[in-house]
Every structure is written in structure tokens, then in C-alpha cells.
């Protein structure tokens, strides 16, 4: 995600490993190995491509503000697919380890 610290990409692998331990097979556009100076028109082609192997999206916090994320949205919905939301778990914890987050089937109204 463009704007982000790290293009979101901490976000992106502690989601995907998330579904990985419920047993989802995942393709993230953060897993990868180009340069980070490749152009965005490349790394957008990238992701689609994931995408459109898919059946599911899972949608990330503020991902309707990301113009890329937005676009793979409205592809993901015409190609079929379902989508999901990921919100982080913001319960108070004392342990240093990031508490798993909740993904839920995201109705993609005014709440998200």
C-alpha cells in the first residue's frame, strides 16, 4: 500500500499468516521479491495476476483508501469472488506478541 511505512508489507505477512494457520492457501501482493523501486504499474500487474487465481479477497484496514486496493476490490466482487475483512484485534494485552486479528465476511457498506 503506497502511503503506508513499508507499504504495509508488516501487515500484509502477519495476515497471511493468519489464514495460513486456518489453513487458507494465500497470495499475497507482498510476497515477492523485486526491487522496491520497481514501478508501480509492475507491481500492480503482479497483484492482479494473484488475484485473479483466486476465490477470496481479504481486505485490509483502510484498504478503501488505497487507490490499488480499491481496484483490486471492485475486480475481486465482478470476477465472484468473496470478500473478507481483516480488523485488528484491539484488546488490551500485555504480551509483546501482536494478538491475532478477526476476519469476518465484510458486507463493503459504510462500515468499512
Request: aromatic share 10%; hydrophobic share 40%.
Amino acid at each position: 500500500m503506497s502511503g503506508h511505512e513499508d507499504f504495509n508489507y508488516p501487515l500484509f505477512h502477519r495476515v497471511a499468516g493468519e489464514l495460513r494457520e486456518l489453513g487458507a492457501m494465500v497470495l499475497s501482493p507482498a510476497e515477492h521479491s523485486w526491487d522496491m523501486n520497481t514501478p508501480r504499474e509492475a507491481f500492480m500487474k503482479l497483484g492482479f495476476s494473484k488475484l485473479l487465481q483466486c476465490t477470496d479477497i481479504c481486505l485490509l484496514p483502510f484498504w478503501s483508501l488505497s487507490e490499488g486496493a480499491s481496484i483490486e476490490c471492485q475486480v475481486a466482487l465482478s470476477c465472484g469472488m468473496k470478500a473478507w475483512y481483516y480488523q485488528v484485534d484491539s484488546t488490551p494485552t500485555v504480551s509483546p506478541t501482536p494478538r491475532p486479528g478477526i476476519i469476518k465476511e465484510a458486507l463493503l457498506d459504510d462500515e468499512f
